[in-house]
């Protein structure tokens, strides 16, 4: 009997998070210290979210682990220690579970319990949430903390049900060990994870064929072990470090060249670029102010990192059709590596180029293209997810007089701050679309979030208000003003999973909001100092208690 089963729901809750990622754990915490009784629903089960399920070999965190952890407590944050500059995904899971073992988390979560639908009844302004095992629960809000890239996808490729070797997908991979030694692998796809997974399977399996449709730039992470120093230099004053990363456009500490690339010579900005390329990690795209938002500029760094892999690949034909070139540096997710590169220089490893060969079927024992037919012991779906709406629409939410989410967002998703949804009260969303949350680090983001959620339901408790509910106009106007600071950059030029672009059929929306962490946090402080402009409540005016 697993712990879920033991433990019974409760009919009637204050709060009813979703997910058991960072987001839910600080959640919970956070509502607690305001006395409101809340419980989680959680999938899976173990806690950790993004990091219970993308478990695939080199599986790693491309911000340093000293700025990916919470903030929140002074303790926790000296204690913890971090045993490499990016922590790979087992360590980031081991924290996750201290945490909830350190604040007591786990009595209020219900493991492998998923929700099925949420239908908020007006009359009683409460939430009536159902689960995928039929238990209901009416809570007064839901703060959805679902996470932006967990809806993981497979691709529609013909023939995939056809095959009967081994598949996996890195989005949900099994919670054992993968032997591939002495296997065939392919792995479809060249995002950040196939970028991470490829050299680690490489160095196991007997051959590594990778089928690439869409080549990614991708930054060498230098990753080491943690330099005792360089923790020293954070812990001295994590605190004011902390908030100085809350402020910066990313959410991440690090040196932003003012200068535009334009503005320097070629030598300089060359040897800027190379500074950073030595440094590792996604701190090269602030080699110069401008990289997202002027294409030359761009042109400058895109074809510094085409000439870093020109240089590392030594087939000239492998070398070119790894260089991306139908996308500006940056405004698809920049990828962080381990010797990527240098992986295709080994003889077990061979690079499909789909471009010029697509994929016409998978079949029952491998995978054929237009050139030839290739048999494989295991497939590797590196596809990627639904990002940023995927996790919310799998659940049917019936807002107020009948509104459902899927078809309000059936264009595409629109929120107030990428906090709430015009038409569901009481439904908040922790680093929902419109708010920065996979432009940042997203710990950060989640932080900034929870700490305004519990802002907000502590105001509300203490001035005796049932309701909250973002107003049509507030909406529509943080739509129109997230378009308008998108289009001022290269972002929406590139087919994308910001743009929606990697699932048929959907969207072409940008989803995140692109004016900065630092920025949206002081609009978000501000709208609730000025009590909560955009925001309608019920009971409407009354005072704040003493
Ligand atoms: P991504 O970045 O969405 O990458 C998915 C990859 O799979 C990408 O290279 C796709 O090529 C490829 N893909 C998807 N469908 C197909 C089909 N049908 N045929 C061939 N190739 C396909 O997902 P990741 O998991 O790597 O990373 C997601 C985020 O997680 C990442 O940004 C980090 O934030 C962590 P395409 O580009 O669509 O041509």
Not at 9 to 15: G, I, M
Not at 128 to 141: H, Y
Not at 529 to 541: E, N
Request: with cysteine; hydrophobic share 40%; proline share 5%.
């Amino acid at each position: 009997m697993s712990e879920s089963e033991t433990k019974p729901l409760p009919a009637s809750l204050d709060v009813i998070i979703v997910g058991a990622g960072f987001g839910g754990m600080y959640m919970l915490h956070r509502l607690r210290g305001l006395g409101l009784s809340a419980r989680i629903l959680e999938g899976a089960d173990g806690v950790g979210g993004t990091w219970y399920w993308n478990r695939y070999p080199g599986a790693r965190c491309d911000v340093e682990s000293m700025q990916y952890s919470f903030s929140f407590d002074e303790a926790l944050q000296q204690e913890w220690q971090w045993s490499e500059r990016f922590a790979a995904q087992p360590e980031i899971l081991r924290y996750a579970n201290h945490v909830a073992d350190r604040f007591d988390l786990r009595r209020d979560i219900h493991f492998e319990t998923r929700v099925a639908s949420a239908r908020f009844d007006e009359a009683a302004s409460r939430w009536t949430i159902t689960t995928d095992k039929g238990q209901v629960v009416s809570a007064r809000f839901c703060v959805m903390a679902t996470g932006c890239l967990s809806a993981a996808r497979l691709p529609d490729i013909p023939g995939i049900r056809d095959y009967t070797g081994e598949t996996y997908h890195t989005g949900f991979w099994p919670h054992r060990r993968v032997d591939f030694a002495g296997k065939r692998v392919a792995v479809i796809g060249t995002g950040s994870s196939a970028i991470q997974a490829i050299p680690v399977i490489a160095a196991e399996a007997a051959q590594v064929t990778v089928f690439q449709r869409t080549p990614n730039f991708s930054i060498p992470s230098r990753n080491a072990p943690m330099d005792a120093e360089y923790e020293g230099w954070w812990k001295r004053d994590y605190r004011e470090k902390r908030q100085q990363a809350r402020m910066m456009r990313t959410g991440i500490l690090y040196a932003l060249n003012p200068l535009s690339a334009l503005e320097v010579s070629e030598e300089e900005r060359n040897a800027e670029y190379e500074r950073r390329w030595t440094n590792g990690g996604t701190a090269f795209m602030g080699a110069f102010s401008d990289l997202i938002l002027n294409k030359t500029a761009n042109d400058t760094a895109a074809e510094f990192v085409r000439n870093k892999i020109r240089a590392t690949v030594k087939d000239p034909a492998t070398a070119e059709a790894l260089a991306p070139k139908d996308h500006p540096i940056g405004t698809k997710r920049i990828c962080v590596d381990t010797h990527y590169y240098e992986t295709y220089n080994r003889p077990n490893v061979r690079l499909v180029n789909l471009r010029q060969t697509p994929i016409e079927t998978i079949t029952a024992t491998g995978i054929r293209t237009s050139a030839e037919s290739l048999e494989f012991d295991a497939i590797v779906f590196a596809t990627g997810f639904d990002a940023m709406t995927g996790a919310l629409l799998k659940i049917d939410f019936e807002g107020r007089g009948g509104r459902r989410l899927s078809a309000e967002w059936e264009h595409g998703p629109r929120s107030y701050l990428g906090l709430m949804v015009a038409g569901f009260p009481n439904l908040l969303t922790i680093t929902g679309p419109g708010s920065p949350s996979v432009l940042s680090n997203m710990i950060v983001s989640i932080e900034q979030h929870v700490d305004w959620i519990a802002g907000l339901l502590g105001d509300m408790q203490a001035r005796g208000r049932t309701c909250v509910e973002a107003t049509d106009t507030a909406q529509e106007d943080w739509v129109r003003h997230g378009e308008e600071v998108a289009n001022r950059t290269l972002y929406p030029s590139a087919a994308s999973w910001y743009m929606g672009a990697n699932i048929p059929g959907k969207p072409r929306v940008f989803m995140p909001y692109i004016g900065g962490v630092g920025v949206y946090r002081e609009k978000c402080d501000e709208i609730a100092a000025g009590g909560y402009t955009g925001f309608a409540f019920t009971p409407a005016r009354v005072a704040a208690a003493a």
